[in-house]
């Protein structure tokens, strides 16, 4: 008689998406569904997608939910959620665990990515790591010693807030010229943009012809041998290794994991990040370290959602 495999569910939930995934007890997924979030139904969503899941092979021992915003670990709330109204994820865990029975674990969205990066993607093998999610804003994550490293308040590796340029623009967070001014997806399309305006030789750059081009056209663009959007990339990298400069003379770690949609850009960012840290951080600090892409893409929230419920159980 063999016995039932322990599988793991793990979701994303994001302003309009959840996805949710399947995961077997090693992290690999065997099955994902994907549907658009509606904030008012989310509770009766997500328990219908575990529901489906757990229809599939095997027996789920755990549940792990990656949200936008914070969880106050005292109480297992949902604190400041960004892109999600709070009435509707603020009850989430106490509302899924009834609503599906199974054992809820929540976290912070760029904390579970960085869990699944950790555990089956580009983090494997180390003990101690700096994730990095660059995307619509700038997150980051800590694993020191194999565990997440959250922080007296849950807010440990916001490095989308260090501050890059003293005079620069107004922050999100009220600062002024944080990385995520310079380097997010939405602050490399203004800068596009700014730049567009006021340079006539760049107007023979392609981004000239569309009027609304995104984050993801600048890295087309630069792929295809653009030289605007090439340097729009290599300068969006600078600022990025900049960041990643200080945070490898602050923690002295072992790997950098990048992540996020601005990474699709591949080398052609990833080589400027590496040859701007090399120039800034401290020399023994830069040796020890390995600057790395992450592997796992949009799976990676999911997987170390899973890979999180998967432990806390085992606790
Ligand atoms: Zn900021």
Known sequence: MTTPRTNFIGINVSGTQARAALVDHDGSILETRVGEVVPKQLIPQLAAMVEELRSREGTVAAIGVAIPGLVNRQTDRVIAPRDLPSNSVYNLHEELTRATGLRVELENDANAAAYGEFKVGAGRGSRNLFYMMIGNGIGGAIILDGKLWTGASGLAGEVGHITINT???ECVCGNTGCLETVASAPSIVRRARERLNRDSTSSLSRLALNKSFTADDVAHQANEGDDFALMMIERTGKYIGTGVA???NLLNIERIVLGGGVMDAGSLILNPIIHEVRRRA????????EIV???????????????LGRDAASD
């Open 246 to 248: 200080s945070v490898i």
């Open 293 to 307: 892409a992450a592997k796992l893409g949009l799976d990676a929230a999911p997987i170390g959602a899973a890979m």
């Open 167 to 169: 005079g620069g623009l």
């Open 282 to 289: 401290f020399q023994p600090c830069f040796e020890a370290t």
